[in-house]
């Protein structure tokens, strides 16, 4: 294990460069920048693309501080000159992962060669299983980042577990025999864990993933202990130390609102909690037949709604919808998120509910109308309707006209809407305590620093 004094320490930092990953790790990497000691130094090792988009987007925010000693590193995206991809949104990742190994070894050794300083610790976006023989080999610990949920990562951990206990075709079985997943179903595990192609090369990497993160010095993650006590009490039993250091949107101050559509001042004009958002990330595409649904229910119910909608989806929308609408309605290329689902006029959230836009729904205090697509999104989805009861699933998992106008319903306008509310309150009070001068995650956020300042106790 190297042991040098805090003044040198330089932590490698390798982010996941694909859907939402690399964001929220840069988000904490400039955390612990901006509270570590004043010579550490942070590497920042991403794919040419995704730094470009990350560090340009935290400059305009922020960024959280700690920015001058975080430096990005480009890495190879495994690409090979002139090569068609033929096999899915999956090829680019595997062809990333498989060479990962040798060109982050490459980028280490430039960014230790220039800065004159050896890697003493090594923090990696938790798919990066193979981490766990590099910083054995480095003599370093090594702290992955896990980016979705605790009960996601509790199913990774679980595989072989739930593999063994699981009979096939048995989509509503309870997950009861872990810990804390008695809300969660079969169905809504991810792909790779039982059901979908599990020798493939991302199947492989989460089974992977799941069997070498308890050896890593520990694992740390954008929640908060009290959101669920039974999986954090379980994770820490089962990893070497379970670290929960956010949620970061409420961490950190909010950035600047970057609003060129005019949502927010929109927004004042509205009554409480009576406005629709509409918002599915910058991944998932919504099926035409979907998208058509939204609209004519958003047409037939009359609430007033802001719908963040790229360019190219506004082609699929009904034939003089956006004119129908002009007067209750906004449909925008981008929306500020985080402003607008803290804004008191927004009632109710449509989402793919991945785990960054959930904790912005705990932080607003808005319920969520779920339609999970991929990923941790079923679960997510099932604790949010079953486990915390702060929204609602689509019925039917797709969105039909008459589906969405019954979950705006309950929503907006029933009881079990205003018991949603009621229920984000007490998360967004816990959350909060918890990122507080002494809260869990506070606590959490001191342990993590330390590792960082201080690789040789760990």
């Known amino acids: 294990m190297v042991t040098p004094s805090p003044a040198h320490s330089h932590v490698a930092v390798v982010a996941f460069p694909f859907g939402t990953h690399a964001a929220p790790l840069l988000s904490v990497v400039h955390r612990l920048a901006a509270a570590s000691s004043p010579e550490t130094i942070f590497s920042f090792f991403n794919t040419t693309q995704s730094n470009h988009t990350i560090f340009t987007t935290m400059s305009a925010g922020g960024g959280g501080g700690g920015g001058a000693k975080v430096k990005a590193y480009d890495v190879w995206d495994g690409v090979p000159e002139g090569h068609t991809f033929t096999r899915g949104h999956q090829e680019p990742i595997e062809l990333f992962m498989k060479a990962a190994p040798q060109s982050l070894r490459l980028s280490i050794d430039k960014a230790v060669a220039e800065t004159g300083k050896e890697v003493t610790c090594l923090v990696t ?51 009861g025999f872990i ?83 005019g949502c927010l001042p929109w927004l004042d004009k509205q009554e ?48 003089g919808f956006l004119e129908k609408t002009k007067t209750h309605g906004k ?15 927004v009632g109710v959230f449509v989402s793919h509910c991945g785990w960054n836009s959930l904790l912005e729904s705990i932080a607003g205090g808005v319920p969520m109308i779920c339609r999970p697509f991929f990923g941790d999104q079923r679960i997510n989805g099932r604790m949010i309707e079953d486990g915390w009861e702060i929204g609602i699933k689509i019925d039917g998992g797709v969105f039909t006209k008459q589906g969405m106008e019954s979950c705006l319903d309950v929503v907006l306008s029933q009881e079990k809407g205003k018991k949603m509310r009621e229920n984000l309150k007490v998360l967004k009070e816990l959350a909060t305590k918890a990122v507080g001068p002494s809260g869990s995650s506070t606590e959490n956020f001191k342990q993590l620093l330390h590792l960082i300042n201080n690789p040789s106790a760990a």
């Open 125 to 175: 976006d938790a798919f990066f299983w193979f981490a766990a023989d590099m910083a054995q080999d480095m003599g370093v610990p090594w702290l992955p980042f896990w980016t979705a949920g605790p009960c996601t990562l509790s199913a990774h951990l679980y595989t072989d577990l739930i593999r063994h206990q699981v009979v096939a075709g048995s989509g509503n079985e309870s997950l």
């Open 179 to 261: 810990a804390g997943m008695s809300k969660i179903q079969v169905q809504d595990l991810p792909e790779g864990v039982v059901f979908g192609d599990l020798e493939s090369y991302f199947s492989t990497m989460l089974h992977q993933m799941g069997l070498m993160l308890p050896r890593a010095t520990a694992v740390f993650m954008n929640s908060f202990e009290e959101l669920d006590k039974t999986i954090t009490d379980d994770m820490k039993s089962k990893l070497q130390k379970f670290l929960s250091v956010g949620p970061f949107n409420l961490a950190l101050p909010p950035p600047p609102a970057q609003d060129e559509s």
């Open 331 to 345: 449909v925008v290329a981008w929306a500020p998120q985080r402003n607008i689902l803290s804004h008191k006029s």
């Open 272 to 319: 409480a909690a009576s406005v629709v958002y509409i918002g599915f990330g910058s991944v998932v595409v919504l099926p035409k037949e979907e998208l058509m649904a939204i609209a004519e229910a958003l047409e037939s119910s009359g609430v007033s709604f802001i719908w963040s909608l790229k360019e190219n989806g506004k082609a699929n929308l009904p034939k």
